[in-house]
């Protein structure tokens, strides 16, 4: 099962925690959890996609592990922080 725990949306980017219930893998090789992740972005890009009526998502992901509790506190900072830095992106525009 794959779970949203934490997510922003940005204006031309998006940044989710997934929580997978798995017993392991690695995102290095083909893993129960590399295909729970596939198929959670994969469906939220198809239902974006057909809402929007385009395709506005570029092919592929970039995805990280978290580990350990520092890591995740690191990752969740980053993305609550995340939208008062946008002008602060090279994409940024008014």
Known sequence: MVSVDK???MPNHIHIILKVDSNGGTSKAPSPT??????????????VNSEVGANIFQRSFHDHIIRGENGYKKIWK???TN???WQDDCFYFE
């Open 7 to 9: 997510y922003v949306i």
């Open 34 to 47: 590399n295909n729970k992740i596939s198929l959670a972005v994969s469906t939220l890009k198809c239902f």
């Open 78 to 80: 980053y993305i609550d």
């Open 83 to 85: 939208p008062i830095k």
